[in-house]
């Protein structure tokens, strides 16, 4: 399931950037944040899309939303200037990445398995 943040809940269980100024995810697993408001038409296309990668990834990637509406302060922390904007955070120190706009299911797997998961994706010609 995924989970809704507050500054509270972010700060203990993402990143205390009150605390810290370089970047290190405590996490156990990798994280994706999705960035979000009730009225943004494009994020009510992506929430299902997460909730059901959440499921499906349960035990290898949390998932998060962050309702910009509610939680501003997160919002600008991270410079959000549109909605959706997705944060991948990999594991420990490496610096997390930010998407905007919303992604098919198809690609936003992708990105979690190559860039979060560090799968190699074999094609075939």
């Known amino acids: 399931m995924t989970e809704a943040l507050t500054k509270e809940t972010f700060l203990a269980k993402v990143f205390d950037y009150e605390k810290n100024k370089e970047w290190k995810y405590d996490g156990e697993l990798p994280a994706v944040i999705d960035f979000w408001a009730p009225w943004c038409g494009p994020c009510r296309f992506l929430s299902p899309i997460i909730d059901e990668l959440s499921e499906e990834m349960k035990g290898q990637v949390n998932f998060y939303k962050v309702n910009t509406d509610e939680e501003q302060e997160l ?49 075939l010609a």
């Open 75 to 123: 919002a600008s922390v991270f410079g959000i200037q549109s909605i959706p904007s997705l944060l991948f955070i990999p594991k420990g120190s490496k610096q997390p990445m930010m998407s905007m706009g919303a992604m098919p299911k198809g690609d936003l797997k992708k990105v979690i398995d190559e860039k979060l998961l560090e799968k190699k994706i074999i094609t």
